[in-house]
């Protein structure tokens, strides 16, 4: 349903959709076989004008709000999830120079990303830590003019072909996370490798690596707004503003499998009669159209509660992920079903949807994370609740103890 978006919205969207179905499609299951990153994707992408969509005016992008980044990774996630990623974690990459970096950081690193000349990564992630970012171990020590970093990074979305990175390290290991700082990595960087490449089960045609650092000299000014141990805050921010992507990619991958999904049960015929019209088939694909549209709900309101400059968007933002993300595996498998013996085979492309939506409740939070997120926002909206209201509460009487 497209009632609710603008002129502007409309356009995002039928642009990346072309960019999907000339330019991804075609190319989506031979990238999965072979993990190489849709180069030529890339360069379709900068020709339709979408890189940097997020990213202001005044460093080359086209200030179009995170609902538009939406739009775009929901169209190219239809036709391949890992496409959409590779987008999307651009967003997530340059939101913390967006959020906190200084102009001189702004102006010299958001233009090539904005043009897609320059592609950049998040390095938050650690091996021992996983979810608990604030558990991080990676330092960065000061020394003279550098900054010395040492540690190792994981999960890392576009690590392989990343020229940029922004990096999360203890600058005062006592504080724990509110010792955290941000800092903007090179590739070239001496002590600064691209680690080993992670052989996922879905998103293949997106490199994922660790990031390994050894006595990595950083230049001062390579400090996230020249301001230590914010990085936690800065963290936390990037997180709430790009989680709505991640949804958008979920909300994709629901929708291409779906429409995979009604096309064959139209198309196959069993005990005479279409699979479709089979009663159980009809309440399955009903309640797969239900869940996909009240996700895109979901995903675009919390996109749009962020464009509005709203200061408390992590209830919205986690409420959106897990709604999305749920249902887009929920869906995908039920597609998978639908198909049949055929959804279980690589000749089919349902298959590939199930292993990239899977990610989606994983990465940039697990949907466990943002429960806990989403209740400890309710908690705190209780007490704003009850503070107002003259209200006893009755409770049930203890029971006696004792036989009677």
Same mark, same amino acid.
């Given at each position: 349903?497209?009632? =609710?978006?603008?002129?502007? @919205? =409309?356009?995002?969207?039928?642009?990346?959709?072309?960019?999907?179905?000339?330019?991804?499609?075609?190319?989506?299951?031979?990238?999965?076989?072979?993990?190489?990153?849709?180069?030529?994707?890339?360069?379709?992408?900068?020709?339709?004008?979408?890189?940097?969509?997020?990213?202001?005016?005044? !460093?080359?992008?086209?200030?179009?709000?995170?609902?538009? #980044?939406? #739009?775009? *990774?929901?169209?190219?996630?239809?036709?391949?999830?890992?496409?959409?990623?590779?987008? +999307?974690?651009?967003?997530?990459?340059?939101?913390?120079?967006?959020?906190?970096?200084?102009?001189?950081?702004?102006?010299?690193?958001?233009?090539?990303?904005?043009?897609?000349?320059?592609?950049?990564?998040?390095?938050?992630?650690?091996?021992?830590?996983?979810?608990?970012?604030?558990?991080?171990?990676?330092?960065?020590?000061?020394?003279?003019?550098?900054?010395?970093? @040492?540690?190792?990074?994981?999960?890392?979305?576009?690590?392989?072909?990343?020229?940029?990175?922004?990096?999360?390290?203890?600058?005062?290991?006592?504080?724990?996370?509110?010792?955290?700082?941000?800092?903007?990595?090179?590739?070239?960087?001496?002590?600064?490798?691209?680690?080993?490449?992670?052989?996922?089960?879905?998103?293949?045609?997106?490199?994922?690596?660790?990031?390994?650092?050894?006595?990595?000299?950083?230049?001062?000014?390579?400090?996230?707004?020249?301001?230590? @141990?914010?990085?936690?805050? @800065? +963290?936390?921010?990037?997180?709430?503003?790009?989680?709505?992507?991640?949804?958008?990619?979920?909300?994709?991958?629901?929708?291409?499998?779906?429409?995979?999904?009604?096309?064959?049960?139209?198309?196959?015929?069993?005990?005479?009669?279409?699979?479709?019209?089979?009663?159980?088939?009809?309440?399955?694909?009903?309640?797969?159209?239900?869940?996909?549209?009240?996700?895109?709900?979901?995903?675009?309101?919390?996109?749009? *509660?962020?464009?509005?400059?709203? +200061?408390?968007?992590?209830?919205?933002?986690?409420?959106?992920?897990?709604?999305?993300?749920?249902?887009?595996?929920?869906?995908?498998?039920?597609?998978?079903? =639908?198909?049949?013996?055929?959804? !279980?085979?690589?000749? !089919?492309?349902?298959?590939?949807?199930?292993?990239?939506?899977?990610?989606?409740?994983?990465?940039?939070?697990?949907?466990?994370?943002?429960? =806990?997120?989403?209740?400890?926002?309710?908690?705190?909206?209780?007490?704003?609740?009850?503070?107002?209201?003259?209200?006893?509460?009755?409770?049930?009487?203890?029971?006696?103890?004792?036989?009677?």
């Amino acid at each position: 349903m497209n009632e =609710l978006l603008s002129k502007e @919205n =409309l356009d995002y969207q039928e642009r990346a959709r072309e960019v999907a179905e000339k330019y991804v499609r075609p190319v989506a299951a031979e990238l999965d076989r072979t993990g190489e990153y849709g180069w030529e994707i890339l360069e379709a992408l900068k020709s339709y004008e979408l890189t940097g969509a997020w990213i202001p005016k005044e !460093y080359g992008g086209q200030d179009a709000g995170v609902l538009n #980044l939406c #739009l775009i *990774v929901e169209q190219l996630s239809r036709a391949c999830g890992g496409v959409g990623v590779a987008f +999307a974690v651009n967003a997530l990459g340059s939101f913390p120079i967006i959020i906190g970096g200084t102009e001189e950081q702004k102006q010299k690193y958001l233009p090539p990303i904005a043009a897609g000349d320059s592609l950049i990564a998040f390095g938050l992630s650690e091996k021992p830590s996983g979810s608990d970012a604030g558990s991080l171990r990676t330092t960065a020590i000061r020394d003279g003019d550098d900054y010395v970093l @040492n540690g190792q990074k994981k999960w890392n979305t576009n690590g392989g072909v990343a020229s940029t990175f922004t990096v999360y390290a203890l600058t005062d290991p006592e504080r724990g996370m509110r010792g955290i700082s941000a800092f903007i990595v090179e590739k070239d960087t001496p002590g600064f490798v691209v680690g080993k490449r992670e052989d996922t089960m879905g998103i293949r045609t997106v490199p994922v690596n660790e990031l390994e650092f050894t006595n990595c000299r950083v230049p001062a000014s390579q400090l996230m707004g020249h301001k230590e @141990n914010v990085g936690f805050k @800065n +963290a936390m921010m990037t997180l709430d503003r790009a989680r709505p992507g991640v949804a958008a990619q979920a909300l994709g991958l629901a929708q291409g499998a779906f429409e995979w999904a009604l096309r064959y049960t139209s198309d196959r015929r069993q005990f005479g009669q279409t699979v479709m019209s089979h009663q159980a088939i009809q309440f399955m694909l009903a309640d797969m159209a239900t869940q996909i549209e009240a996700a895109r709900q979901l995903v675009y309101h919390s996109a749009r *509660v962020i464009d509005s400059g709203a +200061a408390n968007v992590n209830k919205i933002a986690a409420m959106g992920k897990v709604f999305a993300t749920d249902t887009a595996m929920k869906v995908t498998t039920d597609a998978v079903q =639908l198909f049949g013996g055929y959804g !279980y085979c690589k000749d !089919y492309p349902i298959e590939k949807y199930m292993r990239d939506a899977k990610i989606t409740q994983i990465y940039e939070g697990t949907n466990q994370v943002q429960r =806990l997120v989403i209740g400890r926002a309710l908690t705190r909206e209780l007490k704003e609740l009850t503070d107002g209201l003259d209200v006893k509460v009755e409770h049930f009487p203890e029971h006696e103890s004792g036989d009677k």
